[in-house]
């Protein structure tokens, strides 16, 4: 309002002059039109930046549920009997129970240090590890998932490995993964093969020997039926 009537003013003052007043005319559009865009710019950018505000508020708030399902994951994690570990893409290891130094006999300081999952693995299957790291971060199912675990101290048991993958707006952004010691169960299987085995051999050996004496007197018999061994009677026959 000011403008237009400062405006006014000036072009009472060049009433009269055609060409000086159809220039400041011409000027006073230029600037209005300028305004125009700077009022609409400023508004689009006060529009931009509510935009920002809100998704700043709503990724605040996504990070601190995340935060919090992460909490309660790990304390949950925590009371499991099982080997719970959580890693990278590239398989070091983030985060892992308690079970996981007791089963293992590694300490928090080596997780610091940067452990891989492939170091839980005798040599001979880190290549099928990091194959099935891949896949399992690519959503597939993986199904050859029992390993050799390798203990800090060396010593190794037969392990069950479930890997999930952990997203973040649909893209993997590392891995969650279990580990159940299957050795007793492993040995239950050798065991019952073992003994399926022997029961399968006395069962052949038992079936030799009953056919043996079998065949020997059926072959008596018809010895004895033919004549061979002297004459029978009707009587004898039946």
Do not use: W
Not at 82 to 98: C, H, S
Not at 126 to 152: C, F, H, P, Q
């Amino acid at each position: 309002n000011k403008n237009r009537q400062l405006y006014a003013e000036l072009l009472e003052k060049v009433k009269g002059q055609e060409e000086q007043e159809k220039s400041f005319r011409a000027v006073i559009q230029q600037v209005e039109s300028m305004y125009t865009q700077v009022a609409s710019s400023q508004l689009e950018v006060e529009k931009k930046n509510r935009q920002l505000e809100a998704e700043i508020t709503a990724r605040k708030l996504i990070e601190s549920q995340l935060k919090e399902s992460e909490k309660r994951f790990r304390e949950l994690a925590e009371l499991l009997p099982e080997v719970v570990i959580e890693m990278d893409p590239d398989g070091n290891l983030k985060f892992a129970n308690r079970t996981t130094a007791e089963a293992l006999g590694y300490v928090h300081e080596d997780f610091v240090g940067g452990l891989n999952l492939r170091q839980l693995l005798i040599p001979e299957e880190r290549d099928r590890g990091g194959e099935n790291i891949l896949r399992a971060l690519n959503g597939e199912d993986v199904e050859n998932s029992e390993y050799n675990i390798l203990k800090k101290n060396g010593d190794i048991f037969v392990g069950f490995l479930r890997l999930n993958p952990i997203t973040r707006s649909n893209i993997p952004v590392g891995l969650c993964g279990i580990i159940v010691d299957i050795t007793k169960r492993k040995q239950a299987e050798e065991e019952l093969k073992e003994a399926m085995n022997l029961k399968s051999k006395f069962i052949s050996m038992v079936s030799h020997e009953l056919r043996t004496p079998l065949t020997a007197i059926k072959e008596g018999i018809g010895i004895v039926l033919d004549g061979s061994a002297g004459e029978i009677n009707d009587d004898q026959k039946d």
